[in-house]
């Protein structure tokens, strides 16, 4: 799919709505540090996995964007509400994101969050100044038309904050503060960072399977925080692969999930990479992949 760059969309200045949230967050994190619980640490890592794995690497990523596997509708809208308890915006602006780096990646100033543009621009820059993920709805419907015609879509990506206030009400009267700030503001903060490292790091740090026409890399250490979207280089290479680990040794956890969808019968038409694809390294890939 050949798409116009979108070069005059980006806006330069302070996103004061993104900056004041994720500062906001970052001190409650901190503050997290300060009423340590064996229950509050149990909620953040279950919410972790909720929303990371569940949420964004096999919603909002893998299923939403790329479309690599298919999933009842129902559940499709489950995955994208535990993807919402992750602060990373609703799913229209993610994927409309996520797809504009996949169709420009590297591109100065059509990329949203490219390093040749600076490490910390890759890591927090882009979401903390101009545009970020606020693209106008000209540029929405472009890019995720296919989740524009769906009214369910549309509602949740208005309100897409409203799981995690319900979620953090409900943890703080029946559970307390310990438990309300580790499983929201030191779990969001966490991940957040989680998910700007596969923006910032898979583009800078790591081994090269496939000569891809990017920086994309396989890092393990943020496929090991991300439950397995580090391995970055295997997936620009097969973008709508829903396989990211290729090798054994590359723990994606994202499949597992995938897989276990499948085996229950709830996850469809599954797209992989190539049986070959590990066993030629450093091979080729033509530039026709790169938009799937
Ligand atoms: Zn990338
Ligand atoms: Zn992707």
Redesign the pocket.
């Known amino acids: 799919m050949q798409v116009e760059p979108i070069i005059n969309e980006r806006k330069s200045g302070i996103h004061r709505v993104n900056a004041t949230f994720i500062s906001f967050f970052h001190v409650g994190a901190v503050a997290a540090l300060f009423f340590p619980s064996w229950q509050g640490i149990v909620a953040a890592v279950f919410l972790y996995w909720l929303a990371g794995s569940l949420g964004i690497g096999m919603g909002y990523h893998r299923l939403l964007t790329h479309r690599g596997f298919k999933t009842p509708k129902w559940l499709e809208y489950i995955l994208t509400v535990c993807g919402m308890l992750a602060l990373q915006d609703g799913a229209i602006n993610w994927v409309a994101t996520h797809r504009i780096?996949h169709q420009h990646?590297e591109v100065p100033g059509v990329d949203p969050h490219t390093p040749r543009e600076g490490k910390w621009w890759s890591h927090a820059g882009w979401i903390l100044t101009g545009t970020a993920q606020q693209h106008s709805e000209s540029v929405l419907r472009r890019y995720a038309p296919d989740l524009y015609k769906d009214r369910v879509h549309v509602f949740l990506n208005r309100f897409y904050y409203m799981p995690l206030v319900i979620l953090g009400l409900i943890l703080l009267f029946a559970f307390g503060w310990s438990v309300f700030l580790w499983g929201v503001f030191f779990r969001v903060t966490l991940a957040l960072h989680a998910t700007w490292l596969v923006?910032s790091a898979?583009?800078l740090w790591g081994s090269r399977r496939f000569a891809t026409d990017?920086d994309?890399r396989n890092n393990w250490w943020v496929a090991l925080l991300t439950f397995g979207e580090g391995w970055?280089n295997n997936h620009?290479a097969y973008p709508a692969a829903a396989r990211h680990g290729l090798a054994w040794y590359e723990i994606d956890l994202n499949w597992w999930g995938i897989r276990l969808l499948q085996l229950l019968g709830l996850a469809k038409s599954i797209k992989l990479a190539p049986l070959n694809a590990i066993s030629a390294p450093q091979q080729f890939v033509p530039t026709a992949t790169k938009s799937e």
Do not use: E, F, G, L
Request: glycine share 0%.
């Open positions: 780096h990646t923006n898979t583009h990017d994309s970055h620009h």
